[in-house]
């Protein structure tokens, strides 16, 4: 069965920094590309970034760029998300989403886990 | 503001059919395939339909999905209460390199 646990989330101050992670079982976790995905209180899904089975090809939304670092240990089956300069509009869920084998949409979620900006 | 356009909402009575629309452009739907994501209150999301109209084991066959052009849609047939839930599409955008997610469907079942 898929797993995915995120963690690392809580309150943080404006222009504070967070590092989150998802460890993955039940798959052959080094096979898989991932993504982070996150929720707004009350809003809609936005993608935050993806990363390929070996770190080749990364991406990233443009509301995160240059502030959010997204990687990958193979060896640990554990995904994370290094969130710099923090904004009070980061405020949300974070999910760790695996990838299928023939794209890039996410297939399996994590139940997330909750960053707040606040001071 | 979205790439992908859903009406905010939808309804329909137990045992109607209802459609959830997406709309695109040729960067994404257009030259992609689209998913589709049912959110039940106070969950993490669930795959509902993959590669425009597969659907997932356990899913029930209630649930279809179609793509034509730069469109998708959703359709859920002998709706049932527990249907009420917020649906997602998804698609690959080759311009923005990127995931593009709908705004979002809450579907409320009167």
């Given at each position: 069965e898929v797993q995915l646990v995120e963690s690392g989330g809580g309150l943080v101050k404006p222009g504070g920094s967070l590092r989150l992670s998802c460890a993955a079982s039940?798959?052959?976790?080094?096979?898989y590309s991932m993504n982070w995905v996150r929720q707004a209180p009350g809003k809609g899904l936005e993608w935050v970034s993806s990363i390929s089975s070996s770190s080749s090809y990364i991406y990233y939304a443009d509301s995160v760029k240059g502030r959010f670092t997204i990687s990958r240990d193979n060896a640990k089956n554990s995904l994370y998300l290094q969130m710099n300069s923090?904004?009070?509009?980061?405020t949300a869920v974070y999910y760790c989403a695996r990838a299928p084998d023939y794209g890039d949409l996410p297939e399996y979620w994590g139940q997330g886990t909750l960053v707040t900006v606040s001071s | 503001q979205s790439v992908l356009t859903q009406p905010p909402s939808a309804s329909g009575t137990p045992g109607q059919r209802v459609t959830i629309s997406c709309s695109g452009s040729s960067s994404n739907i257009g030259s992609n395939t689209v998913n589709w994501y049912q959110q039940l209150p106070g969950t993490a999301p669930k795959l509902?339909?993959?590669?425009?109209n597969q659907r997932p084991?356990?899913?029930?066959?209630r649930f279809s999905g179609s793509k034509s052009g730069t469109s998708a849609s959703l359709a859920i047939s002998?709706?049932?209460?527990?249907?009420e839930a917020d649906y997602y599409c998804a698609a690959w955008d080759d311009s923005l390199n990127a995931v593009v997610f709908g705004g979002g469907t809450k579907l409320t079942v009167l």
């Open positions: 039940g798959f052959t976790f080094s096979s923090l904004r009070a509009e980061d | 509902l339909i993959y590669s425009n084991s356990g899913v029930p066959d002998g709706l049932q209460s527990e249907d």
